[in-house]
Nanobody, 122 residues
């Protein structure tokens, strides 16, 4: 079992930046892929970004491409999401995920964190 803890969420204004962090513990050797999904009120959880543990592949939702950057620190078993030029429509709970699936980076994860709230005011 992998335990994931997110941090870095908050209340910001349109155009601001935030950096989310996700620290992993437990069976981290099973993490071949890590990434982020988000869920806005009344909506389904949607893919945001993912990265393979080797760092050789990344993928982004079209809605965040060019504004968000995913990165990782293998030594710290951590993944990060740098979010720039934030918009009100980015408001959501952001969930970190991890699993062994590298065949399809946009697939839902099997292990999840508790989530961190990001609110962007207009």
């Amino acid at each position: 079992q992998v335990q994931l803890v997110e941090s870095g969420g908050g209340l910001v204004r349109t155009g601001d930046s935030l950096r989310l962090s996700c620290a992993a513990s437990g069976r981290t050797f099973s993490m071949y892929r890590m990434g982020w999904f988000r869920q806005a009120p009344g909506k389904e959880r949607e893919f945001v970004a993912a990265i393979t543990w080797s760092g050789s592949r990344t993928d982004y939702a079209d809605s965040v491409k060019g504004r968000f950057t995913i990165s990782k620190d293998n030594a710290k078993n951590a993944v990060f999401l740098q979010m720039n030029s934030l918009k009100p429509e980015d408001t959501a709970v952001y969930y970190c995920g991890a699993d062994r699936n590298v065949a399809f980076l946009r697939a839902r994860f099997t292990s999840w964190g508790q989530g961190t709230q990001v609110t962007v005011s207009s």
